[in-house]
């Protein structure tokens, strides 16, 4: 039990700090490395870690990534980075066009792939219209991350907390999207304010403004193709007819089946990191669960008058410890001790609530949020801690605020 949990604990240090201090393994390699040491010390036999991997959520996150990596490769990410950002409209217009489009492909094609694809070209198209790129690349992660809590494919997380509690497409839309939608008017409200007065690269230091950028390249029967298959997946899960994992699956089949682009192509797009970190953290969780002191916790939380069965309850908690270790990392830590029931739309409503919004406090929060800091560093624009934090914990705050009274009313 001792080895058990402290490996345990080591797993979750680096989910926190991004990485296992002290040595250049990231949270995937720890996932991993600790998945094969809850082997190796007995604290999991082979065929229980095997069982331990949920393959509905790793499927359906799969199926999804293969859709969103369609749009990726035929353009049309670009193609819509490229027609906003040059739209004619003053900063704080453009500002809002830029977080609905984030919001809505975001809902639709889940939130970290939609900012893998257009971060590098939001930043070029900003620096070449002379304007101060930061303001619009933190409006496009907030929104991105907000955006995406009301829809079941709208994040990982939302798909494993709704694999794990049984919860359709229409019943996580029921009681998340309004949250959702309303998040992104105060995304924009926040950011017009802190950044008024400094939407220019003349107003403040700001890095040489990038050449012209060159028109996307759309291939529009691909795109059209994407768009069909996506909207038939949306359908089908609003039916419930069938398993959500075959849904997306099948989509994804489908979507490989391409006489112009290699199925090679679409499958770089697919986060083979994201599908192993679940994966290796499904056995470190599954291990631990087996020592029965997760479930000593949770009772005597509950003894305390913490219940994480309740909305409210669950909500806070998954909101605090999401910016310690991670949104995804949460989900997967918390969603196991639900008892599904009369309230798990609520409880879902909770974790991808909870976990979405928090998210934009921090850096690290999400991945979307290391994403886009990153992607802007390699590109010449550099975003602190401070800056993000500055924009993002009162974008988080107001949002968890708004959604505390939601989840209450549920």
């Not at 609003?238 to 099948?250: C, G, H």
């Not at 605090?320 to 949104?327: P, Y």
């Not at 909770?350 to 850096?363: E, W």
Request: glycine share 8%.
């Amino acid at each position: 039990m001792h080895l058990t949990l402290l490996i345990f604990l080591v797993v979750y240090i680096a989910m926190g700090f991004g990485k296992i201090p002290g040595f250049k393994v990231d949270r995937t390699g720890a996932a991993l490395i600790g998945a094969v040491a809850m082997l190796a010390v007995g604290s999991l036999s082979a065929q229980a870690a095997w069982n331990a991997i949920d393959y509905k959520t790793v499927g359906l996150l799969f199926g999804l990534m293969v859709i969103s990596g369609a749009f990726a490769v035929s353009g049309f990410y670009a193609w819509a980075a490229q027609k906003v950002a040059t739209l004619r409209a003053s900063p704080t217009v453009l500002l809002a066009v830029f977080i609905a489009v984030s919001g809505v492909l975001s809902s639709l094609l889940t939130n970290d792939v939609v900012v893998v694809a257009m971060t590098p070209l939001l930043v070029s198209i900003t620096l070449a219209r002379g304007l101060n790129p930061i303001p619009f690349l933190l409006a496009f992660c907030f929104a991105a991350n907000a955006g995406s809590v009301g829809t079941l494919i709208g994040s990982p997380q939302n798909m494993i907390a709704a694999q794990a509690l049984d919860v359709s497409f229409l019943e996580l839309l029921k009681v998340a999207g309004l949250p959702a939608l309303l998040s992104l008017p105060i995304v924009w409200g926040v950011i017009a304010y802190m950044f008024r007065g400094k939407w220019t690269l003349g107003q403040q230091t700001s890095p040489t403004p990038a050449a012209h950028t060159a028109p996307a390249r759309l291939d529009l029967m691909d795109t059209i193709k994407a768009s069909v298959v996506m909207l038939a997946t949306v359908v089908v899960f609003v039916m419930d007819i069938w398993p959500q994992e075959i849904v997306a699956l099948t989509a994804a089949s489908i979507l490989l089946i391409n006489r112009s682009i290699a199925s090679n192509d679409v499958l770089k797009e697919v986060d083979g990191n994201l599908l192993l970190l679940v994966m290796g953290l499904f056995i470190v969780n599954a291990a631990m669960a087996a020592t029965g002191l997760p479930q000593t916790l949770l009772a005597d939380l509950k003894h305390l008058g913490v219940d994480l069965n309740e909305p409210l309850a669950l909500y806070l908690t998954s909101a605090a410890l999401s910016n310690i270790v991670g949104n995804n990392p949460t989900v997967m830590l918390l969603a196991p001790y639900l008892q599904p029931g009369a309230n798990s739309d609520a409880l879902c409503a909770a974790l991808a609530l909870g976990t979405g919004f928090s998210s934009n406090m921090v850096i690290f929060g999400s991945l979307a949020g290391i994403v886009v800091v990153e992607q802007s560093k390699a590109c010449g624009v550099n975003i602190s801690f401070m800056d993000f934090a500055k924009a993002g914990l009162p974008v988080a705050t107001l949002c968890i605020v708004l959604s505390a009274f939601w989840i209450y009313w549920l």
